[in-house]
C-alpha cells in the first residue's frame, strides 16, 4: 500500500500509552464506524468487484467478462489510451516540475517565491475547468492557433484527442511532483555532497551520483500520484469528448447500457487494480529507504547564486510554466464575461449576463454544493477523529483495521465508488418506493468517503500533537472520559481539525467522477455537475465559465482559510508550549 | 612501515600541513582573522574552542567547502588553496558521518576510487582492505542505516582512506556518540591513526577530547589561535586568560601588584593580599590565576603569607574530589580537596582558612 498506510502500521507502539480495558463507549464508537465503512465503502466496492467476476443472471463464478473486455477492441485500446495519457502526463509534468525543483533547491534565487505560488495555483482549478478554458487558448481553433495560423501558416494540435487530456492533466497535476521532489531535495544534507566533492566528484556526476538517488523517491511518489490521479480522472476526457479511455467507457457503459452491463464493472476493477499497483510499485521503490539525511543544524545542498544569464534563463523557464498555468485561470475569466468567443483570439465584446444568470436560475447548484461539501467535510472530521482517537488513545482490538479501511479509500477511483452505490442501492428502495441510491445524501456520502484518507491523516496529526498528559490531568481532576474528550481533546485539536475539515470541503466541492454517476435530477446537482452540463452546449459556455470561476474563488478561499488555520494553531500551539 | 592490513594496496605518507596567514568571513562577520599553523607530518593535531570559534569553518577552509580570502593552505608544500574540493585530496570525516543511504558499505568505500577511474580489480581490493582495516570486512552488504554509530563513523574512516588523502580532516568525531562508547571509540580512533601515520586534525570542542588523543591543539577563540602547544602545557602555561579558562576550572582574581618592604604584594580588587614570589614575571594590570587543586585547606586558624581566609558557600562531590565553594570577602573561589573514605567533608556554612602554593600561581596581564 501507499507509505501513509504503512506509517500506520508504526502507530500501536506509540498508542500504547491508552488506558487499560476498552469500555463499552468505545466499542460501540468503534463498531458504529465499522457498520458506516462497511455499508459505504466496502459494501460498493465489494459489489462491483463481484459483479465483475461472476455470470450476469446467474451469479456464478467466472472470468469470461474479463476475456470479453480483453477481446473488445474499443476497451483494449482504451486501456491502452489511459495507460499512454497517464505516462506521457507524468513525462510532461516531470518537465515542468525538474526545472523549478531543481532551480529552487540548488540556487539562492529571488523568483523562488514565484515557484512556491506555482506550487498550488493550479490545484485550486479542478482539470476539467481548465480543460475548457485551455481550449480556448490551445485548441484548434483557439488564440495560439489562429496566431500560428496567421503568421506562421500552421497549427500545432495541443489539444486534438489524447493530447489534450495529457496536456490539461500535466498543467493541472505537476504540483504533485514539485512539491514532492522539492521536499526530496530540501532533506538532503549539504554533508552527502560535501561528502562525495572530498572524495573527487564534482559536476554533473555529483548529480547523478548521489543527488538523484537520494531525491529519486520523492521523485517516484509524486510520479505514481500523477499517475493514478489521470488514470482515475472521468471528468477531464469527458469534457474533451474523448471516449475511448477507461473511465468514460466505464461511464458510458453504466449511463447507457445500464448497470446490469458486466463491462462497467470489469473496467472497475482494472481501475482499481491498476491504482494499487502504482501506489504499490511507489511504496516498493521508497521501501526500507528513509532518505531524509538533515542532521539538526545541517541545512540542506549549497545553494549558489545565479550568474547574470542563468538568472535570465530562470526567470524565463518559470515565466513560460506560469503563462501556461495562468491560462485556464485567464481563459475562464475571459469567457465568463464574453458575449461570443468562437474563432477569434480574444472575445467579441464582454458582459455579466453570465453571473446573472448563474446566481438567479442557477444558484441552486451552488446552494447544493455548499450543503454537500460542509456535510461531507464535518461527516470526514467526525469519523476521521474517532478512528484517530481510537487508534492513538485506546488499545481497542482491530483499532488499526478501522484506519487501514479507510485509508484504502485512496486506491478507489471516484467512478467505481459511483457505479459501486448505484449497483448496490439502487435496488434498495424507501417507503415511497424511491431507490435509496436515487437520494442526494447518497452524493454526500461518497464524496465524504473520498475524502476520508486525507482527513484521517489531518485529524491524526493534531490529535497527536496533543500530549496525553494533559488527558491525564483532565482525569486525575475527575473528568470523565467522554468529558475529557469534549472539553480538553477537541478544544486542542479545533486548529488540526477546521483545516481538515476546509481541505475536505474544498476538494468535495469540485468533485465529479463520482457525482456524475450519482446525480439523478438536476435539482439534487452540485456546481461540478451544472458546469459538466453546461459545457456541453456552446450556448451555456459562459454560464459553465461563471460557474468555474465561483468554484475556484471557494476552492481558492478555502486553501488560503485552511493555511491561516494551520499557521494560526501552529503559532497559539507554540505559544503555549 | 606499511600497517600489516593495509599492506602495499593503500599507501599513505605523513607530510606536513601549513597554514599560513587565513582569513574567512561570513559577509561583515570575519570568522578566521590571520590564522597560522604549523602541524607536522603524522601528527594528531586538535583544533579545540567553543562554538562559533571558527574552528569547523578553518577544518572546511582546509577541505575547500568553506573559501578563504587571504592566505594559503599547504599540503606538503603544494598550495591547495585554488584548488576545488574535489581536487585536493584531502579526507574529511564528516559529523554526520555523511554516508550515503542509497549505496551500501561497500559502495559508499568505492565512490571515491570510481570517482578516479581506478581499474574494476584495484577497487575492489582496495574496498576489502579499508574495510578489514576499520574491522568492518564482513559488512560491505550492509546498507548504512542497518549499521550502529560506532560502525558507521568507521565505514566514513574506511572510505576515506580509500583515496589515500594527504591528510585526514575529523569533524567533532565522537559527538553523534553515547557517553561510554566515546570513550572506547577515542582510544580506537588514536590507535587507527597511529597505524595510519596520516597527518590529522581533529575538530572538538570537548577539552578532554583533545587531550586524550591528540598530540598537540590549538586552543582557538573568535577566529584566533589563542595558544598552540601539547595538552600539558596549554594547562600549565596558558598564554591568556581565555586558554586559562577553557582548560579547567581556574580562579582568577584581579587587582595590582605593590612593593612593600619586605617584598611585592599582589592586592586583588577584592581585598585579599597575597605575597608574589621573587622570581615571578608579572605584567602590570596584573591577574592572578590559580588551579583549584593547587590549594589546599589548612585547618589551623593562623592567618599567614599566603593564606586567605573564608567560609563554605556549597560544596560539589565530584567523585574522586570535592569541590568546595568559598567565599572570601566578596571573592569567590574553588578549592579542591582529595575525598577520602571516612573522612567528614566539611560543610557550607564552615569557616576556613585556604592556602596556595605560590609556585603554581600563573600570572597574566588583563
Known sequence: MSALARRIGAIPLLGSIGTGRATAGQIALALGILIFLVLFLVWPVATVIWVAFTEKGTGTFTLVNFYDFARTDLFARAFWNSFYVSAMAVVIASAFALPLAYITSRFAFRGAAIIQILGFLPLIMPPFVGAVALQLFFGRNGSVNLLLDDWFGFKVPFMDGLNGVVFVQSIHYFPFILINLSAALRNIDRSMEEAAQNLGSSGFRLFRRIVFPLALPGYVAGASLVFVKVFDDLATPLLLNVKDMLAPQAYLRVTSIGITDPMGYVISVVLIVTSVAAMWASSLATRNIDYATVQRGGGGLVRRRLKPWETAVAYAVITFILLLVLAPHFGLLLLSFATIWSFSPLPDAYTTAHYIRVFGESSLYIKNTLIYASLAGLIDIVVGTSIAYLVLRTKLPGRISLDTIATAALAIPGIVLGIGYLRAYYGVQLWDGTPLASLWIIIVLALAIRRLPYALRACHAALQQISVSLEEAAENLGATKIRTVRRIVIPLMTGGLAAGFVTSFATAAVELSATLMLVQSNADAPLSYGLYVFMQSPAGRGAGAALGVIAVVIVAASTVLSQLLVERDRRSKARHS | ?366
Open chain 2, 1 to 366: 612501515m606499511a600497517d600489516p592490513v593495509l599492506k602495499s594496496d593503500i599507501q599513505l605518507k605523513a607530510v606536513d600541513l601549513r597554514i599560513d596567514d587565513v582569513s574567512a568571513s561570513y559577509g561583515d562577520h570575519r570568522v578566521l582573522n590571520h590564522i597560522n599553523l604549523d602541524v607536522r607530518p603524522g601528527e594528531f593535531f586538535a583544533l579545540l574552542g567553543p562554538s562559533g570559534c571558527g574552528k569547523t569553518t578553518l577544518l572546511r577552509t582546509i577541505a575547500g567547502f568553506a573559501q578563504a580570502e587571504a592566505g594559503r593552505i599547504v599540503v606538503g608544500g603544494n598550495d591547495i588553496s585554488r584548488l576545488p574540493p574535489w581536487k585536493r585530496d584531502v579526507g574529511m570525516v564528516f559529523q554526520s558521518y555523511a554516508l550515503w543511504p542509497h549505496l551500501t558499505v561497500a559502495r559508499n568505500v568505492a565512490f571515491g576510487l570510481e570517482e578516479r577511474r581506478l581499474p574494476r580489480a584495484d577497487i575492489a581490493r582496495r574496498v576489502r582492505t579499508a574495510l578489514d582495516f576499520v574491522g568492518l570486512g564482513q559488512l560491505g552488504d550492509r546498507r548504512p542505516s542497518e549499521l550502529s554509530g560506532g560502525q558507521q563513523q568507521r565505514v566514513a574512516l574506511a572510505r576515506t582512506i580509500a583515496i589515500e588523502p594527504k591528510i585526514l580532516l575529523l569533524d567533532e568525531p565522537l559527538s553523534n556518540l553515547d557517553a561510554k562508547l566515546r570513550i572506547q571509540v577515542r582510544r580506537e580512533l588514536r590507535s587507527l591513526q597511529q597505524r595510519l601515520g596520516l597527518t590529522t586534525i581533529l575538530v572538538t570542542h570537548d577539552q578532554e577530547e583533545a587531550n586524550t588523543i591528540c598530540d598537540r591543539v590549538a586552543v582557538m577563540s573568535a577566529g584566533e589561535v589563542q595558544q598552540v602547544g601539547t595538552p600539558a602545557e596549554l594547562y600549565e602555561a596558558p598564554a591568556n586568560l581565555f586558554v586559562a579558562q577553557f582548560l579547567g576550572t581556574a580562579n582568577v582574581l584581579e587587582g595590582s601588584v605593590v612593593s612593600t618592604g619586605s617584598g611585592r604584594v599582589f592586592e586583588s580588587s577584592g581585598g585579599l593580599r597575597f605575597p608574589v614570589a621573587a622570581e615571578a614575571q608579572v605584567p602590570d594590570g596584573a591577574r592572578m590565576v590559580f588551579r583549584p587543586q593547587d590549594t589546599s585547606i589548612v585547618t589551623s586558624d593562623t592567618p599567614g603569607a599566603g593564606v586567605i581566609s573564608g567560609k563554605i558557600v556549597y560544596r560539589e562531590f565530584l567523585g574522586s574530589t570535592l569541590r568546595y565553594g568559598i567565599q572570601a570577602g566578596n571573592t569567590d573561589l574553588y578549592v579542591d580537596a582529595p575525598f577520602k573514605t571516612g573522612v567528614r567533608p566539611l560543610t557550607p556554612g564552615d569557616p576556613v582558612s585556604v592556602s596556595i602554593a605560590e609556585t603554581s600561581v600563573k600570572w597574566l596581564p588583563a
